[in-house]
């Protein structure tokens, strides 16, 4: 569990965020390329739910904590937003465990799947439903986790990628229980991406960081 760890001074996707006043903490997802802003920060709106208020890492009370950006722009579809770094010298196309993000693929039925959550850490499983319900207005898939623990408290805002590569598939948000099973729900990555206007990182200035947590 690598839940409320703090990291630096460049902060790769798969790491805790919270913002300024927030509830709780979540996940930062990862680093793109805004064709408006620059560099930028993804995660999700009900993570980053107010404009301009600041972002913290790993949260806004930890004794060691770090202002990384603000928030900037907020999804009019779908539950996602973005955040410009208080120096874009941090930006990493870097997911913790993942490796550097490379591009965006569709989701499909019985694709596997594998992410890293800032609260749950390391975790896979296999995409199962498509396009079963709406959230805020954006396509929503399901994902079978292999492990229970997967898509807890605190994962929100986590990049789920094509198993074994560092092709985004989705933005997971939340969870759904019920009829004996769990699923994390996630939007299609290309249409958070089209709604928000970015893109991958051409590429990563600087060598990823050498994280020890």
Known sequence: M?????????????YTV????????????????SQVHGPV??????????????????????????EIGNIIQIANAGDAALGKPADPTWA???VKHIGLIT????????MRVWMHGGHSGDGSG??????FLMKDGLTVFGVRPDVQAW???????????????????????????GLGEKLALA??????ANNLQFAPMLQDPVAPLQVQN
């Not at 919270?18 to 680093?31: D, E, F, R």
Request: hydrophobic share 40%.
């Open 18 to 33: 919270q913002m300024q006043g927030g509830l709780g903490a979540g996940t930062l997802g990862g680093w793109f390329e």
């Open 126 to 131: 296999t995409i199962s439903a498509l396009d």
């Open 151 to 177: 898509g807890v408290l605190g994962d929100s805002g986590s990049l789920i990628f094509q198993h074994g590569t560092t092709n985004v598939v989705g933005l997971m948000y939340g969870v759904r229980a």
């Open 2 to 14: 690598v839940w409320n760890v703090p990291c630096g001074p460049r902060i790769p996707g798969g």
């Open 187 to 192: 939007h299609p990555i290309t249409l958070v």
């Open 92 to 94: 990493t196309s870097y």
């Open 103 to 110: 591009g965006f693929v569709q989701p499909a039925l019985a």
């Open 41 to 66: 920060l993804l995660s999700n709106k009900h993570v980053l739910q107010t404009m301009n208020r600041k972002i913290w890492h790993p949260s806004a009370g930890h004794k060691d904590k770090v």
